[in-house]
């Protein structure tokens, strides 16, 4: 288990909760609209943490594939742009 203190912030129109720090409580943009809490968190087992991480890099992945894909076909048609221009009939 693990305890942080956090309470509630505003910054412009934003509310968040944040981990209660010097870095939120000098900085004049985010004002504490909330007294602090202390809350304890149960950490998640791996058994729970490492197959969302898998399906997170898998996805990661697949985007990456999806990326490259589209970038090689469009090579592959500039390429064939300049081919028909190269081999174009006298």
Request: zero cysteines.
């Amino acid at each position: 288990m693990s305890k942080m203190t956090i309470a509630k912030y505003l910054l412009y129109s934003n509310v968040s909760v944040k981990e209660v720090s010097n870095y939120y409580e000098e900085d004049i943009d985010y004002i504490r609209i909330t007294d602090t809490v202390e809350v304890e968190f149960n950490e998640l087992s791996d058994e729970v943490i490492i197959p969302q991480r898998i399906a997170a890099y898998d996805a990661e992945i697949e985007e990456a594939r999806n990326v490259a894909a589209k970038k090689i076909a469009g090579i592959e048609e500039r390429k064939a742009e300049l081919m028909v221009l190269t081999h174009a009939p006298d």
